[in-house]
């Protein structure tokens, strides 16, 4: 099978640093980068597919050209090689424009399924995957908790979380998958993956590489932009229950019932 996994380097959600400049976009300098994690729960998806199939995986992103410092770490964890699309027209790039690069860049690649993580967590829009099924016409099997491919029959089962229990859809390959972290937790890369993955291709293509896009693309013609951005409001009192658990279960519950909040 080849799969092609979308991930994105994203500012550590970790590091506790400021993550905006003075336009209110992502400063992207501003904290170290990591894949974001969701990507690499559609990884390990990925590589666990090739584990049990055979095939080969390609990692997609658009970022900075400081990019393969971060794209790395999913070589090490076991992708074969790895795409990156680059350019400084990119900066400030909004949702269609995202769409419209990787399009084209997925247009270059074959491949079979297409797994992508179900948001960002520098942007949480969560709309890119659908985005790019619809652009590239292929089906979309969004909230993946399993992933069953039939590469004999060019079919993919997908079991897809829905409120209440989980859907179990099915299209034909080519597909592409937004994958949850119930696919299960992403390894770590080990001693020899690391090693090995220095010697992995990282293929970096600007705009120009990609051809002729269907639409401008780049901060300069974004649709959206930030205006402002305002802290959430200052938490209320809180009142704190410390009793043996008979006498704290009735405290909370008349606190409740006078609020009208028990049936």
Not at 33 to 55: F, I, K, M, S, T
Request: glycine residues 8%.
């Amino acid at each position: 099978m080849r799969i092609v996994v979308l991930t994105k380097p994203v500012p550590d959600p970790a590091s506790g640093q400021d993550r905006l400049g003075p336009d209110w976009r992502v400063d992207r300098a501003a904290a170290p980068a990591v894949l974001n994690g969701n990507d690499e729960y559609a990884l390990e998806a990925a590589l666990r597919l090739v584990e049990a199939h055979g095939g080969e995986i390609t990692l997609l992103a658009m970022a900075p050209p400081s990019a393969p410092e971060t794209l790395r770490k999913g070589l090490a964890m076991g992708a074969d090689r790895a795409v990156l699309v680059t350019d400084p027209a990119l900066a400030g790039s909004d949702i269609p424009s995202t769409v419209a690069v990787l399009a084209a860049a997925l247009r270059d690649l074959e491949a079979d399924l297409v797994l992508a993580g179900i948001d960002t967590s520098d942007g949480f829009a969560g709309v890119v995957p659908a985005a790019l099924a619809t652009t590239l016409r292929l089906p979309l099997l969004s909230n993946a908790a399993a992933i069953e491919p039939d590469p004999a029959a060019g079919r993919v089962r997908v079991r897809r979380i829905v409120q209440g229990g989980y859907d179990v859809l099915e299209a034909p390959l080519p597909a592409l998958v937004s994958c949850t972290q119930a696919l299960g937790a992403p390894r770590y890369p080990s001693l020899k993956g690391i090693m090995a993955a220095r010697s992995k291709e990282i293929a970096v293509r600007s705009l120009a590489d990609l051809g002729p896009l269907p639409r401008p693309v780049g901060g300069a013609v974004a649709e959206t932009v930030v205006v402002a951005v305002d802290p959430p409001p200052p938490r209320g009192a809180t009142r704190t229950v410390r009793a043996p658990a008979a006498e704290a279960a009735r405290e909370i519950a008349e606190f409740l019932a006078a609020r009208r909040l028990l049936p």
